[in-house]
Each structure stands twice: as structure tokens, then as C-alpha cells.
């Protein structure tokens, strides 16, 4: 009998409008009022998954930042994992070389470096994305130099976006090489940036211990690479239709696109009496 449900938002609990479908809200209500935890795992920052969480009426904390964070509805914190100083400069320092627009969160706040013309596209569409007004953006003449200023700021995930395939692959691998740090990606021109030991799998489990959930009793839903910690985690790990292959070769069972109420579908095929 599964006891926790988790979801992926981008790609995988919201369609390719940003929003979660009517179909999946009634889903996922029906499963907390059969005694079954719903629970979001995302790469957001947490003001934007608060947004989602409220829509399905989620009690179970959520996990934001891609794992760094674990914090509930009324802000209650269980848990956090910050990237180091000194890492943060490392990174800052190599975006800085090579002029790539570059993120970064703490708990609540987005930063940004200030950007050139075409990159101010990019930062609308991601203030305009669902869940997104909520979060507070602020843009920094440079990075580097700011964190330089601002030693003391607590940083929980880095972003950078670039569509160059050679740059994005080079950073990657020199990136990994750094031990203290995690690195992957969750869309197909991005990289992000957590601190060692933070994942989407390890705060599944930190959470399901909290829930006193067993593994065997826990499905989750991914589509990118950053959901294959917590796909390999689950008792049963469920790709997207529309999830990259790497997820759909380790997940247990390949459901619709996100789409056409993807995990509807699945719950329904999994959990019975539920949908």
C-alpha cells in the first residue's frame, strides 16, 4: 500500500502551460482524503511551490531548491543545506568568464544579475511563469562581486542558462569535479548548482522518515535529471511521457505526457479506488 505520493512540478505535476490541470488537483485531493501524503519536489524556490501546495491543499512539507530546502505552508523549517562561500564564488567567478546569465536563491529571494537586452525576455518569462509573482526578484550589477560584499548570505541553489551546447558541456564537467558541490540539470540549456549531499532523493527520504514512511511505500514523478535521485529512491519511480531517457530507462513505470494528466492516469493505474 502506498502512504506518499511525490510529484516533480515543471514537466511533470504542471502542463506545458505552467499550471496544474483540474484533473490532477481532484486526483491528488482524492488521495489525501484516502490517507495518502502528497508531497512536491522541486527545483523552485519555495514562495512559487507555496502557490501549488495551497491549490492542492498539501499538509506535508515541501521540498524546494532540489532538496536544500524543507519547509511547510506556515514556514516552518525541517531542514536546509546551503552551498558554501567560498563554492558560490567558484561558480560566480567561471559564470563571470564567460558571460552567462546567472541566478542564484536564498530561503525567499531570487537574484539576478543585471542583463543585457536579450536577456530581459528571460527574466520576464520566468516572473510570468504560475507560482512565480510570488517570488520577490532582485537584480545585482555582478554577482561576484556582490557575494563578496554579502559573505553572510545563505545561497540554497545556483542557475545558470546558456544555449551554447560546447559552454554548457564544458562547465558541466569541470563542475562535477568539485567535490563539495552537486551539479545537474532540470531543462535542456541549464545547469544548477547545490550544495554536496543535496537531492531531490535525499530529501524524499528525509521527509518520508519524518512521515515514518517506509521506501516500498512511496511513488514519485519526475521527467529530468534532476529527479533521478528521487525516482531511484521510491519504492516505485514513475517517468513522464514526455521525461528524457534517462529517467524513463531507471523509472519503475512510464506514464502519459504531463500533458494529458500524466499522473492521473498513473494514480489510476497504481492506486486503485482512489481516481
Known amino acids: 500500500m502506498y502512504k506518499l505520493v511525490v510529484c516533480d512540478m515543471d514537466g511533470t505535476l504542471l502542463n506545458s502551460k505552467g499550471v496544474i490541470s483540474n484533473k490532477n488537483i481532484l486526483t491528488l485531493k482524492n488521495l489525501i482524503k484516502n490517507d495518502i501524503q ?52 567558484e561558480v560566480f567567478n567561471e559564470c563571470k568568464k564567460h558571460d552567462i546569465l546567472l541566478q542564484f536563491y536564498t530561503e525567499d529571494t531570487c537574484y539576478i544579475e543585471k542583463s543585457k537586452s536579450e536577456r530581459n525576455k528571460f527574466i520576464e518569462w520566468c516572473k510570468n511563469l504560475e507560482g512565480e509573482k510570488n517570488v520577490t526578484y532582485k537584480e545585482i550589477d555582478n554577482a561576484y562581486d556582490w557575494l563578496k560584499e554579502n559573505k553572510d548570505t545563505n545561497i540554497f541553489k545556483i542557475l545558470m542558462n546558456t544555449e551554447d551546447d560546447k559552454l554548457r558541456k564544458n562547465l558541466k564537467n569541470k563542475f562535477k569535479k568539485i567535490e563539495s558541490i552537486e551539479c545537474l540539470s532540470s531543462w535542456s540549456t541549464n545547469i544548477e548548482i547545490m550544495n554536496k549531499g543535496v537531492s531531490k532523493g535525499q530529501a524524499v527520504k528525509k521527509l518520508a522518515e519524518m512521515l515514518n514512511i517506509k521506501r516500498d511505500e512511496i511513488i514519485c514523478f519526475g521527467d529530468n535529471e534532476n529527479d533521478l535521485s528521487m525516482i531511484e529512491y521510491a519504492g516505485l519511480g514513475v517517468a513522464m511521457g514526455n521525461a528524457n531517457e534517462g529517467v524513463k530507462k531507471l523509472a519503475d513505470y512510464i506514464t502519459i505526457s504531463n500533458d494529458e494528466d500524466g499522473i492521473s492516469h498513473a494514480v489510476s493505474k497504481l492506486i486503485k479506488n482512489v481516481v
Open 38 to 89: 502528497v508531497a512536491i519536489a522541486t527545483g523552485r524556490i519555495h514562495p512559487s511551490a507555496s502557490t501549488f501546495g495551497k491549490q492542492i491543499g498539501i499538509k506535508t512539507p515541501l521540498i524546494t531548491c532540489n532538496g536544500a530546502i524543507i519547509k511547510d505552508l506556515n514556514e516552518k523549517e525541517y531542514f536546509k543545506n546551503k552551498i558554501t562561500f567560498r563554492d558560490c564564488l
